[in-house]
T-cell receptor, first 115, second 117 residues
């Protein structure tokens, strides 16, 4: 597609439920990032995929969070047993490569609200 | 690890005037990249401008320009002839030369820019 696509745009869930957030990066982009942005805050790194390499999971806040990237393209971020503090906007970004000059292209994010 | 500091949580400017958003960073590297991203209420982060550290010439994109002071580790964004559509959160970002991974890209906490009509 023309840009990074994220779905759903908004998600409301009850505390304790599992949620899946989807990211479809720009075709050909080998690098994919997930970030979390709490209200009025900056971006918190969650996880990074580069090609077929093992992902960098160092930003995941707890073992309730996991992500996978199938076929080097679409990625799914899963949050199990959601908590109210998980409420945030989850942003996905992709870039052409891991080299520094390649800018990140972001999706519109998924706003997650845990009630 | 690198750090990026945006000391102005909020800035306000009259439409058609010029505003400068500040950004400083801390690094021991000599080669790196700097970016400014804009995030309007639509939530999508949009690349505004980027600068390679090895280039002395300041980057310019239409009404947007940067003042890159490598020795001072400063990377400010100047918006000329401010327009209502410029209202957004602006994030400064640092990326290492190799680019990848958690430490490859660091964002500041953002500056909320308000445009007064």
């Amino acid at each position: 597609g023309a840009g990074v696509s994220q779905s759903p745009s908004n998600k409301v869930t009850e505390k304790g439920k599992d949620v899946e957030l989807r990211c479809d990066p720009i075709s050909g982009h080998t690098a994919l990032y997930w970030y979390r942005q709490s209200l009025g805050q900056g971006l918190e790194f969650l996880i990074y995929f580069q090609g077929n390499s093992a992902p960098d999971k160092s930003g995941l806040p707890s073992d309730r969070f996991s992500a996978e990237r199938t076929g080097g393209s679409v990625s799914t971020l899963t949050i199990q047993r959601t908590q109210q503090e998980d409420s945030a906007v989850y942003l996905c970004a992709s870039s052409l490569g891991q080299f520094g000059i390649s800018p990140l292209h972001f999706g519109n994010g998924t706003r997650l609200t845990v009630t | 690890a690198q750090t990026v500091t945006q000391s102005q949580p909020e800035m306000s400017v009259q439409e058609a005037e010029t505003v400068t958003l500040s950004c400083t960073y801390d690094t021991s590297e000599s080669d790196y990249y700097l970016f400014w991203y804009k995030q309007p209420p639509s939530r999508q982060m949009i690349l505004v401008i980027r600068q390679e550290a090895y280039k002395q010439q300041n980057a310019t994109e239409n009404r947007f320009s940067v003042n890159f002071q490598k020795a001072a580790k400063s990377f400010s964004l100047k918006i000329s002839d401010s327009q209502l559509g410029d209202a957004a959160m602006y994030f400064c970002a640092y990326r290492t030369y190799s680019g990848g991974g958690a430490d490859g890209l660091t964002f500041g906490k953002g500056t909320h820019l308000i445009i007064q009509p």
